[in-house]
């Protein structure tokens, strides 16, 4: 599975972005899905994840009511609708894919990655 995020960009805080990442194989709805960040000197860390249908989602704290992931399983493509931007979500924002059912926060669990999207969000 070969994953390709887009949409990332420069934007002023307090403003909005979509990301979106296509995926390769038309086993997309076989694979949960997730998003990842990481800021430059940090640790990669979870933001948001779906599951196979996309019925069910999980957010980090530091996103949550700001970040949306939703999939389109005709497109095999998730994005991830971003609001309410801060300074503070500044990075490289990569998707990953994972053949387990369920959601997953750690980035040992997921099995394929994107090349990352750059977010700069400024004050």
């Known amino acids: 599975v070969q994953l390709q995020a887009s949409g990332g960009g420069l934007v002023q805080a307090g403003g909005s972005l979509r990301l979106s990442c296509a995926a390769s194989r038309s086993t997309f709805s076989s694979l949960g899905m997730g998003w990842f960040r990481q800021a430059p000197g940090k640790e990669r860390e979870f933001v948001a994840a779906?599951?196979?249908?996309?019925?069910?989602?999980y957010y980090a704290d530091s996103v949550k009511g700001r970040f949306t992931i939703s999939r389109d399983s005709a497109k095999n493509s998730v994005d991830l609708q971003m609001n309410s931007l801060k300074p503070g979500d500044t990075a490289v924002y990569y998707c990953?894919?994972?053949?387990?059912?369920?959601?997953?926060?750690?980035?040992?669990?997921?099995?394929?990655w994107g090349q990352g999207t750059l977010v700069t969000v400024s004050s």
């Open positions: 990953a894919a994972v053949k387990r059912t369920g959601l997953y926060v750690n980035t040992d669990s997921y099995d394929y």
């Open positions: 779906i599951s196979r249908i996309g019925v069910t989602t």
